[in-house]
């Protein structure tokens, strides 16, 4: 099995496939400031000094704590540096997550983004659907979408993309505006996405799986423990390098607090998983 090719496109730049999910950066819930700033500031430098180019975050993680943490760690920006940020939700003050796809809304996401993480121009914003919290559901992001592209005519928005869609709602915006990446639940055991990881693949679209470690309760089988043992590496490097192996248009966003966690999930980047332990892990997303 040859090493997957470690860089892919995004909007106008070429990325590397591992990148940073600054999600979890913010307190319990997502909500509020972390435990300990320190090291969630550490953790973004480190980052960037091991190579990583591409870190998703959202303004209403928080919110806006981890925006904020994002600008006081990193800016000014490396040029290379690649910030997908995703509108179309708010939280209340206890922390709830309510839709926010109103013009106006949308209009304060992006002005909120924008001021937090210090930037004149978003490069990447995600839409992130709200019809069901859990999961895609079918319903409009016409009027939603129309109102990014305005922002984005205004020139406050390089691309746009999609969260928690439906393979129908993403070929209905393609008519509107092209379409950068995709955020939807996926990981070596939640695998309802197959279809959709390969069409994307087949339109260059980038699959930018969130969860990919298992998200709040971190993947864990025996399976999974049995292949990592085999391979001398971990189970959260042998889940990334099954995604990696998975399709050359996933990008990856695993989240930590830790620097030591986060060199080992870079380092998930040298590990090839050979065909027996393929076709192992394999049998681990085909049980749900
Ligand atoms: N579009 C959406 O609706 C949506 C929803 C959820 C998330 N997201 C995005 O997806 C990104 C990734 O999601 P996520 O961070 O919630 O989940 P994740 O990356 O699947 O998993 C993060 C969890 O795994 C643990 N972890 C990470 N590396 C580990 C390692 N090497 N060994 C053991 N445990 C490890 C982390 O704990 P430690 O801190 O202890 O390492 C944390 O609890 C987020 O940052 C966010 O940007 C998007």
Redesign the pocket.
């Known amino acids: 099995m040859s090493q997957p090719v470690l860089t892919y496109r995004l909007g106008d730049r070429q990325i590397n496939r591992i990148g940073?999910?600054?999600?979890?950066l913010a307190g319990p819930g997502v909500f509020g400031p972390p435990a300990d700033e320190k090291k969630a500031l550490q953790v973004l430098r480190d980052a960037i000094e091991s190579g990583v180019n591409h870190i998703?975050?959202?303004d209403f993680?928080g919110p806006h704590v981890t925006n904020q943490l994002i600008k006081k760690a990193l800016h000014p920006y490396a040029s290379d540096l690649c910030i997908v940020t995703?509108v179309g939700a708010k939280r209340d003050e206890k922390g709830n997550w309510l839709p926010a796809f109103s013009a106006e809304d949308l209009t304060r996401a992006v002005e909120d983004n924008l001021r937090n993480l210090g930037v004149d121009v978003l490069d990447v914003v995600?839409l992130?659907s709200m019809f069901d919290t859990h999961g895609p559901a079918e319903g409009p992001l016409e009027a939603p979408l129309e109102a990014l592209i305005k922002l984005k005519d205004r020139g406050l928005i390089r691309h746009i993309g999609l969260?928690?869609v439906t393979a129908r709602q993403i070929a209905d915006a393609q008519k509107m505006t092209p379409v950068a990446c995709v955020?939807?639940?996926y990981?070596l055991a939640v695998r309802h996405e197959e279809v959709l990881v390969d069409q994307l693949a087949g339109q260059n679209i980038a699959w930018v799986p969130?969860?990919?470690?298992?998200?709040?309760s971190?993947l864990q089988s025996g399976e999974l423990s049995e292949v990592a043992q085999s391979l001398n590496a971990?189970?959260?490097?042998v889940a990334l390098a099954w995604l990696l192996q998975r399709s050359p248009n996933i990008l990856l966003?695993?989240?930590?607090?830790?620097p030591?966690?986060?060199q080992?999930?870079l380092a998930s980047a040298k590990l090839t998983l050979p065909a027996d332990a393929l076709e192992k892990l394999n049998r681990i997303g085909q049980k749900r």
Do not use: V
Not at 210 to 216: D, I, K, Q, S, T
């Open positions: 940073y999910g600054a999600m979890q998703d975050t959202s993680y995703k995600n992130r969260s928690n955020q939807n639940l990981n969130f969860f990919p470690l298992g998200g709040f971190p971990t189970p959260m490097q966003i695993p989240g930590t607090s830790s030591e966690h986060l080992e999930n």
